[in-house]
């Protein structure tokens, strides 16, 4: 049995929808998914009821942009329990500030002669966490720039042109409000940030995994990250960062969690309610 912890829908950048999403995973023929959408966890309901159509069982997640020692780091919530307030306020919160990023970078491009209009962008984007994904394919879109990667390239990297940074909440705001809305939170592709020397620091703020397994991890950077997982006695996950057909190929299915692995999660998400039995009520 196996899983993929790692999935984007049309509801941040990925491509597909919910209901498209569950059908690669039943071709796939995984047991379990999560879903991993940038700051929001809107597309988790319609992508439950779609699993559960096809037989495979469904994890709620998001995917948290947050930021320590400088370092923008992902964080993975699990399990969390969507209709909790303070959770469904602090999201509404980043939602809006990438909206309104979104029209920063709209108006950068303006100011380099590139007429684009943020209502372009969000008609594209059509949900409630655009990012620089969305402006790219706009700019695509609209025959400023032949592809995705020269968007990026010439305007929406760090320090060109149309760049904003973006307000992050710390590392351990972020572990932290997901363990408040009852799930577990989990260092995303930790081989891609280059910042190993946070991880025990985020160990002690009470991280209770770190993403192994992960498209862009060679096995040698999946061996080591084994490595700092059983060191600081974290959760294994793993998943594909399936963004559809944005990045090529549909990545869903190329990492295959064992399923003991989930197991594992579960038993975390039951130890930390017992820790501390009111949060989700709150
Ligand atoms: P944002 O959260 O709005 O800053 O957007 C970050 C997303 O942009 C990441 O999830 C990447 O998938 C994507 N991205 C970053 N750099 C590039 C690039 N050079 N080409 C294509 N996509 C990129
Ligand atoms: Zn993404
Ligand atoms: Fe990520
Ligand atoms: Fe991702």
Avoid at 103 to 114: A, Y
Avoid at 135 to 146: D, E, M, P, Q, T
Avoid at 178 to 187: K, L, R
Wanted: contains cysteine.
């Amino acid at each position: 049995m196996h899983a993929d912890l790692h999935l984007h829908t049309n509801f941040s950048d990925g491509t597909y929808s919910p209901e498209e999403l569950a059908a690669q995973a039943v071709r796939c023929g995984l047991e379990a998914i999560a879903l991993t959408d940038h700051d929001t966890v809107e597309g988790c309901e319609r992508t439950r009821i779609a699993c559960e159509a096809g037989g495979v069982e469904f994890i709620t997640g998001t995917e948290l942009t947050a930021e320590q020692d400088d370092h923008e780091l992902h964080i993975l919530g699990y399990f969390v329990n969507v209709e909790n307030p303070k959770f469904r306020v602090e999201i509404g919160r980043f939602q809006e500030v990438r909206q309104n990023r979104i029209r920063e970078m709209v108006s950068r491009l303006n100011r380099v002669n590139v007429p684009l209009t943020s209502e372009e962008v969000f008609a594209l984007a059509n949900c409630r966490s655009p990012g620089r994904p969305h402006v790219a394919r706009a700019l695509v879109k609209g025959g400023f720039c032949s592809s995705l990667d020269e968007a990026f390239e010439r305007f929406l990297k760090k320090n060109r042109p149309a760049w904003v940074p973006k307000f992050k909440m710390s590392a351990s705001e972020a572990i932290d409000l997901i363990h408040h809305a009852g799930g577990v939170a989990v260092m995303a592709h930790p081989g891609l940030n280059r910042s190993d020397e946070v991880i025990p620091g985020m160990a002690d703020a009470g991280l209770d995994g770190l993403e192994c397994f992960h498209t862009k991890h060679s096995t040698a950077t999946t061996e080591h990250y084994l490595g700092l997982a059983e060191r600081y006695q974290l959760l294994v996950t793993g998943g594909s960062d399936c963004h559809g057909l944005s990045k090529g190929k549909p990545l869903i299915g190329t990492i295959k969690l064992p399923y003991e692995h989930v197991e594992r999660l579960k038993q975390r998400v039951r130890r930390n309610l017992e820790a501390s039995p009111a949060p989700t009520a709150v």
